[in-house]
């Protein structure tokens, strides 16, 4: 497959989090994204924090750029999740910035409403879904329950669901798990920094898996000790690994999960990003073998820093790829050339990730970032 030229459908300053659906309702996906973040979330633009969406010019595909909606803005926004919140008419966006100022000032979490007229409005309406309880947001797991989406948050606060009752038409967060805690005293990172869940069979709740805590080095897998109603679950914590030590700045080396069915048996195996340094660096897969006891398989399938993992059928076999971005953050980590990646899944055949390399097929686009 040869090389096609990007085309560029707009430029923002430091764009973080982008999601997609059908805003204008014509059929194609647009993108909403949000940007002018700042260099760091010690350091991000309190003006900052926007999010707009991006109309898809459909067929025309020639159309550049992309025409720009504005929606709202919160500073140091950070992830932007998109569905059906509190009702099914209108789509709405949930905006989490990861900080509010300093790290005991709890984080806004937003919602953003569709508007009548999404070409023509100015802005979305906003409101406050809680502004008390959270600190640091560094990931959210959508899921749907019934009609409504809800979040699977993971915060300093650990692992938290958020959700909207229909009948009391209030928003509700239930506490599921506290976390990494050990270097609570130490740091001022504890609790979860990334979050997915997990299928198993019929069971599309069947495990939670996280990176803890914020930019942590543990692996943890959360498993129930009885399967009820989601409301009156409980979770056992199981320490999977734990990939170094935090640093002097108190950050460890996990940055991304990832769960999937990649060899298609109807249970999902997860893949977690490590930045590095090296040898906590790469990737590694995990299969389940046991839930009751919290047994995994693992094997590494990559060397290279990653930050953050995206998943698809890249070569339209019907099996899961993925691609990843290298970690290059100033004021984090800064990894030795920093790479985009694609790996095809070669489970069915070599029961192992191969990376491709032939310049015949689509091999890694790499670049410097």
Known sequence: MGKTKPTQIQKLITPVSMSQADISGDGFNDIIICFDYGNTMHDFNPDGGHIVWLENPGKNISTVPWKQHYVGRSAAMHRLKIGYFTQT??????????????????????????????????????????????????????????????????????????????????????????????????????GSGNVDIGKVGSDTFAYIVAIEPFHGSVVSVYTKTANNSLTHIQWQRHILDEYGYPNENGEGTGHHVICADFDKDGDDEFLVALRGPSPNE????????????????????SNES????????????????????????????????????????????????????????????????
């Open 89 to 190: 008419k209108r789509l709405e966006i949930i905006g989490l910035p990861i900080v509010n100022g300093p790290f005991d000032v709890p984080v806004p979490v937003l919602l953003f409403r569709q508007p009548d007229d999404v070409l023509s409005a100015k802005a979305w309406d906003c409101e406050t879904v809680d502004e008390d309880f959270f600190h640091i947001i560094h990931e959210a797991k959508m899921f749907k329950v019934n009609s409504l989406d809800q979040l699977l948050i993971a915060s300093r606060e650990g692992l938290s669901w958020l959700y909207y009752n229909e009948n009391s038409a209030k928003w509700i967060i239930v506490k599921i798990a506290t976390g990494e805690e050990k270097e609570k005293q130490q740091t001022n990172y504890y």
């Open 282 to 301: 790469g990737i590694f897969y995990y299969k389940p073998l046991d839930l009751s006891r919290g047994l995994f398989a693992k094997w590494k399938v």
């Open 306 to 369: 990653t930050a953050r993992i995206a998943l698809a059928d890249f070569d339209n076999d019907s099996f899961i790829d993925f691609a990843t971005i290298g970690y290059h953050v100033p004021g984090y980590y800064l990894a030795k050339d920093p790479s985009i990646n694609i790996f095809y899944n070669r489970l069915p055949v070599g029961k192992k990730f191969k990376k491709e390399t032939d310049e015949n097929a689509f091999s890694p686009q790499r670049t410097t970032l």
